[in-house]
C-alpha cells in the first residue's frame, strides 16, 4: 500500500495557512486578492517540484498533471484554495494538499501509474467575494461562460476578469479541456454529524441544493426621533423581519432545511436615521428540491407582504441557485470499501457546504471523502481536524486513486 508521509502533510498545511494569516489561526485569502496569488504561487511551487506538468486555465483553475503510462483521461482530485473572510486552515486547502502528498508518495516509490493522475485547484469556491461559489469549477463543468464569469464582480466593482489579469492567472487552457475519468475530493466535513457519532470517514452520497439571493431593498431615510412609526418606510426594518421570518421558517420545515442572513449592509447605517437602503443576502439550502422551492416561495412572499406594509421596494438578484447533486454510486461504494479495507468507521452522508465535486459530477463520476471537524466548527478560524483524521483521510484518497488510476 502507499504509504503516504503525514508529518509532510501537516507542514504543508501550516506553511499554506502562514498565508493570509490572521488571528486565532485561521487564514484570509479572499478569491484572486494578493493573499490568494500568495498561496497559489505557493502551491504551484509546491506542484512544479513534484515534477507535475502545471497548466493554468482561462478561469484561473490550476491542474498538476502527472504523466501516466498511457496516455488516457485522467484521475483528477483537488478542491480550492480560496477562503472565507473568517477563513480555518483545513477548508479546501487539506483536499489539495492530501492530492500532493499522494504524488509524492508516487514519485518515492518510482510508481507510474497506468493512467495520468491529476491535481487541481479550482478558483473561487467559496462565492465570498464573487458569486456564484463553485465558480471555477462550474466553469470547468461547462455551466457558466467564461464571459459571464469574467463580468461578475466584488462590492468594489472589480471584475473576476480584472482580477484574475491582475494576479497573473488568468491561464491559456480553456476550462475543462483535461476531462477526467473521475474525480474524487477529500474534505473536512464542516459540520457536527462525524465529530458527534464519533465516525471517522464520512462516505458522501450528495451535496444538498443552495440559493443565494440578494435583496436591495429602497426606503425613504428620515429622523429617528421625529417620524413617527406610521409615517416610516425603513429599509432595515424589512431586512431585520426577513432574517426573523427565514429563521424561524426553517425551525419549522425542520429535516435540512437551513437558512441564513449572513450579509448585511445598513445605509446611511447611523444611529439616529431611519435606514433608506438595506442590501442583505438569504441563503437557503436543503438536501430536497421541492423542499427548497417551497422555501423560496415563503421567504418571497413573505418580503412582498412587508414591502407593501412599509412600502418600500425590493429588487432580488439571484447570486446562486444549485440544485441538489447525488454522486455515482458506483464510486461512493468505493469510497467506503477502502475505508472499511482501513478499519476506519464511516458513515453515509449529504454535504452540508457545497464544493468543486458537485460540479465535477457533471463531467464523470464524482465522489467526496469526508474527515471530522472538531465541533463542527468551520468558516471559523477555529476550524479544526486531528492529525490522525487528516492522515486516514488522505489514506482513503491514495488507496482509492491508485486503484482508479489502474483501472
Ligand atoms: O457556501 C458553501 O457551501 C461553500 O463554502 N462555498
Ligand atoms: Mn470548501
Ligand atoms: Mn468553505
Redesign the pocket.
Known sequence: MLRLDDRHLLGALDELAAVGAIDGGGCARLALTDEDKAGRDLVVGWMKGLGLDVRVDAIGNVIGLRAGRETLTPVMTGSHIDTVRTGGRYDGNYGVLAGLEVVRALNEANIVTRRPIAVAFFTN???ARFQP??LGSLVYAGGLGLNEAYAAADKEDRSVGDELRRIGYLGPVAPGALKPHAFVELHIEQGPILDGEKVQIGVVESVQG?SWIEYTVTGVSNHAGTTPMRLRRDAGYLAASVNVFARKLAWEMGGNQVATVGALVLRPNLINVVPNRAVFAVDLRNTDEAKLKEAEARVAAHIAEVANAERVEVAAEVLARFEPVIFDRGLVDRVEHHAKALALSTRRMPSG??HDAQMMQRLCPTAMIFVPSVDGLSHNVKEHTEAADLAAGAQVLANLIVELAEA
Open positions: 469556491e467559496e462565492g461559489d463553485m443552495i457546504a457545497g
